[in-house]
């Protein structure tokens, strides 16, 4: 009895045992972070498939909420090969309603099933073509739909009787553009042939790439109906309110490749801005394409040419920079407006002789005059009373060799040379102040020019009005860089630009009824094979702004290598039709009727 | 009577009877069980048909999420610059030039204004889940939560 008891006792003792042991074993296992790891990883194979919802990228507007870029909805075609009935009935479909060829598809969807990973070809589906709209898509439902009640009609489930079986589409969103090339070099473009690889290049698309995209989900999706998840609120990304003006941008862009057209220039480049706001109203190109056909990009633009001269192109100004180099005299009280500077044609700075663009000696001459004639000699003379210290400085406060950091993806900068750097010498002294051996882009020039426009204040140019998020709008604040100048020079300087275009400077650049400022450059071309300047060519440019009492723009020309070579032929009227076009656009009244309501 | 209760049984049951019992007791188990898995059977098969529902609407959204913005380019093409330009001169009408323009004064008149983009579709984000928690709930969630949870029958008992 005992020893049956105690049998009874041990098997019972070891029943105990082996329970409390799966118990505990239990235990260890709910908490051991291995293993539940290997349970998720089990659940996520068998049991749910990952899902990412891609939001919905950003709309584009204009100032005025005209739509730049924007989404549309396209499908993807593919085949489940398993499904396959007939793939010449595939093949002959898309290629007479899409345009595809018959035996790149016909090769596709012959595919043989093989949904076994493990071999050497696996093949479940296969992606056929993109980009197809939704009124070939219903094309395409019907004949399926057709085909379908023509087999069941035949009863037949032969290889031989037309069959669009397996066939399958899905919708996406790619972008568009609507505007085609309007403004393409600002705003850039979204590629994607699929949604999952995706990529922005050039302008505001690249550059806020990342809010416009919005922040895509990934969620493991149960197979179960009966399990189901919580779906995130995927918000779509930011939209974006630029600051250009469709139909100055439009204006602008006609306006210029009439002039490049005109006066066979290799390229032409035309900016307007805001000086008060740094609000990049139009920036034109001459080299522009569609983009929604943006993989021509390297058709179009062929070797090194930049995607946007604005602000990835830098050239010798030439005459236009004599407006810095004044503004610094000025402002330093080395010259005054009156001052009379006896031209002889010639001055040597630094070892190096310089003469005027057209080789006379001009005589005695103001400050105006200077500007006017634009004298070389004069400038560089103003150089040397600035002295080599208080000429760079002002030149490093105007923002000369640095970037403007303009939210554009791609804006470059060319090193300025001051007397701090091994490889200055004396003679850049002379030769700077009249824009030659110094290199800019468009959108530093005008930035710079700005400060003498707005009183002093040097705005940073920008081409987003606006982010809207969530519902609620983000306004980009005006940004004042620097204050290189007073007030005081900026409104002497103005007035003295403005009176040099009236006394005949460029008088093709005014505009009646309106006063305005403005400078011409013609600049020599750089030859770097031998180490001069090229013969015969030049680059053109006007920069100039107005109404000078209260300036509501600036606009910038530049054509490069004109059939005329001289910037008061070939830029000053391009800057005068612009100038025309502006004021209408921007509704601002001839200078007298402006002046009889403000001070009645 | 209440004595009687607890005097043990003097004499077996007739086998019967016993029969009987045994057979009812059978029964009630196999009821029960009966009655538990047609209640699992229905709430699952309401899970899952809300559960379709569910993905069915999902798609639906997508599709109209497509849609409106299929209509939004539509108009973007139809209102382009290039294409505003054609209608307009189609309908007679030319751009106004410098000469020709006039002013006039108009008190009060500010100019054009910029639009307010805040309306634009841009939802705010989802603070409360949309799917209600009986949804997600298992089937013992849903009975312990709702049914033999004390707290939850006296805070409905208190309301």
Not at chain 1, 163 to 169: A, I, Q, V
Request: negative net charge; hydrophobic residues 40%.
């Amino acid at each position: 009895m005992l020893n049956s008891f105690s049998r009874l006792k041990f098997v019972g003792s070891c029943f105990s045992l082996f329970g409390l042991l799966t118990i505990g074993k239990m235990i260890y296992i709910q908490n051991d972070s291995s293993y539940r790891d290997l349970a998720q990883r089990l659940e996520n194979k068998f049991y749910s498939a990952p899902w990412t919802i891609y939001p919905e990228r950003g709309t584009i507007y204009d100032r005025w909420g005209k739509i730049l870029a924007i989404n549309q909805e396209v499908y993807e075609i593919g085949v489940n090969l398993e499904n396959v009935d007939n793939p010449g009935s595939i093949a002959s479909v898309l290629s007479s309603v899409l345009g595809a060829k018959y035996q790149d598809i016909y090769d596709k969807a012959s595919t043989k099933y093989q949904p076994d990973l493990n071999k050497q070809y696996p093949a479940v589906y296969y992606r056929l073509l993109d980009s197809v709209t939704r009124d070939k898509i219903d094309v395409l439902q019907e004949l399926q739909d057709d085909y379908a009640k023509l087999r069941q009609t035949l009863n037949s489930s032969s290889e031989e009787t037309p069959s669009l079986n397996g066939l399958t589409w899905h919708p996406y969103l790619q972008r568009i553009y609507p505007e085609k090339s309007l403004a393409s070099n600002l705003i850039g473009f979204y590629a994607a042939r699929w949604q999952e690889d995706g990529q922005a290049f050039y302008g505001v698309e690249e550059k806020y790439n990342d809010i416009l995209t919005g922040t895509p989900v990934t969620l493991q999706l149960p197979f179960d109906p009966k399990d189901v998840t919580e779906l995130p609120n995927v918000l779509p990304g930011a939209s974006l309110v630029l600051t250009i003006d469709r139909e100055i941008q439009a204006n602008m862009e006609r306006i210029l490749d009439d002039a490049v057209k005109l006066n066979r220039a290799e390229s032409g480049t035309l900016v307007v801005m805001d000086p008060k706001t740094g609000e990049i109203l139009a920036m034109a190109n001459s080299t522009r394409m569609d983009l929604n056909e943006y993989y021509k990009l390297a058709d179009i633009f062929t070797g090194t040419a930049p995607y946007n001269r604005a602000i990835g192109a830098t050239y010798e100004p030439g005459s236009v920079f004599k407006i810095l180099t004044m503004a610094a005299a000025l402002d330093k009280g080395v010259v005054k407006p009156g001052t009379v500077y006896v031209d002889e044609g010639y001055i040597n700075v630094g070892g190096a002789p310089i003469h005027n663009w057209d080789y006379l000696a001009h005589g005695p001459q103001d400050m105006v005059g200077c500007l006017q004639n634009s004298l070389n000699v004069c400038l560089a003379w103003v150089a040397t009373e600035l002295k080599k210290e208080s000429f760079y400085s002002y030149m490093q406060a105007f923002g000369i060799g640095h970037r403007t950091k303009i939210d554009l993806a791609g804006e470059v900068v060319y090193p300025f040379r001051t007397p701090a750097d091994s490889n200055w010498y004396e003679a850049d002294l002379g030769a700077n102040s009249y824009g030659q051996g110094v290199s800019v882009t468009p959108i530093q020039l005008l930035t710079a020019v700005s400060a003498v426009a707005n009183d002093g204040k040097m705005v940073k140019p920008h081409v987003v009005k606006s982010v809207i998020d969530n519902g609620r709008q983000y306004n980009t604040p005006v940004e004042i860089l620097n204050t290189p100048i007073q007030s005081t020079t900026a409104r002497t300087l103005s007035s003295m630009l403005a009176t040099s275009l009236e006394q005949g400077e460029a008088t093709k650049a005014l505009v009646p009824g309106y006063r305005i400022a403005g400078k011409t450059g013609t600049a020599s071309i750089p030859d770097a094979a031998n180490n001069g300047y090229l013969k015969d060519v030049t680059n053109a440019s006007f920069i100039g702004w107005g109404p000078i009492d209260d300036p509501r723009f600036m606009v910038f020309v530049w054509l490069e290598k004109p059939e005329g070579i001289w910037g008061s032929t070939v830029a000053a009227p391009v800057f005068g039709e612009a100038v025309k076009n502006l004021v209408v656009l921007m509704d601002i009244p001839p200078d007298d009727v402006r002046l009889s309501v403000s001070n009645p | 009577m209440t004595i009687l209760r607890f005097l043990p049984q003097a004499y077996q049951q007739a086998p019967g009877r016993i029969l009987k019992q045994r057979v009812v007791i059978v029964l009630a188990v196999v009821v029960a069980g009966l009655v538990i898995a047609i209640f699992y059977l229905w709430y699952a098969e309401q899970t899952a048909s809300n559960g379709i529902a569910i993905e069915n609407l999902k798609r639906r959204k997508e599709d109209l999420v497509n849609q409106i913005a299929n209509y939004h380019s539509k108009i973007a093409s139809l209102s382009s610059e290039e294409a505003m330009k054609k209608r307009a001169e189609k309908m007679g009408f030319i751009l106004v030039s410098l000469e020709n323009a006039q002013y006039l004064v108009l008190p009060g008149y500010i100019g054009r204004s910029a639009p307010d983009f805040s309306q634009n579709n841009n939802p705010a984000p989802r603070e409360q889940p949309e799917l209600e928690a009986a949804y997600t709930q298992s089937l013992w969630d849903l009975l312990w939560k709702n049914i033999l949870n004390t707290d939850a029958l006296q805070i409905s008992r208190a309301e």
